[in-house]
């Protein structure tokens, strides 16, 4: 699973707090791609426009949503301030966590 697959939701979880997590997971070195920057905003739209729309509220009503990216390896300033941008400008909690390749099961 990467970024690269813009259309396709990775994970679904719901938080402690009731929160709904859509994760995507990201396993490529950061630059190993020139479109991954482009896959990845594309990707976080896609989940924001879930977020969004009549299947997200018939399957989970009222409840908060945010967006997790996994990655392998530590994302660049770059991709930190995309990631801020977007949710500033959309309003959802947008959060990156680093699990090495080596750490997954």
């Not at 707090?17 to 020139?34: F, H, N, Q």
């Not at 990707?43 to 945010?66: L, T």
């Not at 996994?70 to 500033?88: N, Q, V």
């Amino acid at each position: 699973m990467t970024v690269s697959e813009p259309h396709r939701i990775d994970i679904v979880a719901r938080d402690p707090s009731g929160k709904i997590v859509l994760a995507m997971c990201e396993a490529r070195e950061w630059g190993s791609s020139p479109l991954m920057e482009n896959e990845l905003r594309e990707k976080i739209q896609n989940y924001i426009a879930f977020v969004r729309s009549e299947d997200y509220k018939k399957e989970f009503g009222d409840a908060e949503a945010s967006i997790a990216l996994i990655a392998s390896y530590e994302p660049p300033e770059e991709i930190k301030e995309l990631l801020d941008k977007i949710a500033s400008s959309e309003g959802i909690e947008i959060s990156f966590k680093v699990i090495p390749t080596e750490d997954l099961l």
